[in-house]
């Protein structure tokens, strides 16, 4: 059965999926907001979020479980790295990325209007989104990809991730907000060459521009 997405355009947990999906040139029906199809979607999960994947008549949410579920059904090529220690350092990577980096931002995006801020609550995950980032700093290596020098999962959560990051630093005061991170401004440079990665960030950022537009 083809797969269907529960996907936005907007969302950085989709873009996630949605780079796998890219690299692994997988056909898939992707269901975009405000669709008669979307709707849809609280009758299969109460988790209601996006993304969701339908395939097989397995309802899977969550970006990571979905992630980890195309690498189990054997899609290729595999973002897995399959030595254990590079594949526990690829998921150490994308928990950071979304424990450390996410959550914070997550929060800060609750706090963009100025008119209604709680200043306490932003300088609070202001440190923790720093703490986060020099985390992700310590365990890349400055190359072009997170880990095994290629594509893998964990530059899927990342690539998204970092591209709202440099969007949220300058909301709150950051100038030129990845400089502090040499290793992380170099990945996230070098990552962009990627065509499925570029693809993605595209994605998002016309989505983006598209909202701020008011459209
Ligand atoms: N942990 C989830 C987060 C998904 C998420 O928060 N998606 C947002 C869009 S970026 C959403 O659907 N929000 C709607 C809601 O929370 O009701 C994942 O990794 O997929």
Sequence with gaps: MTMKL?????????????????AKGLEVEFIMPQTEAAATLPSYTPISK???????????????VINEY?????TEPSLRPSDPILCARMRLLTRIGDLYIMYPMGELFGQISPVDRDQMKVDEQMVELAKGMSWL??????TSYAIDNRLTLADCALVPALFFYEQI????????????YPKIEAY???IKENPHAARVL???????????AGG
């Design 202 to 212: 595209k994605e998002i950022d016309a989505a983006l521009q598209k909202m701020m």
């Design 137 to 142: 700093d310590h365990y890349l290596d400055g």
């Design 70 to 74: 195309l690498e189990d059904i054997g």
């Design 6 to 22: 529960f996907d936005s355009l907007l969302s950085p947990y989709a873009g996630r999926v949605r780079l796998a999906i890219y």
């Design 188 to 190: 996230f440079k070098g």
């Design 169 to 180: 630093g300058p909301m709150f005061g950051m100038v030129a907000p990845l400089k502090k």
């Design 50 to 64: 996006l993304p969701t994947m339908l395939h097989d008549g397995h309802v899977l949410p969550e970006s990571e």
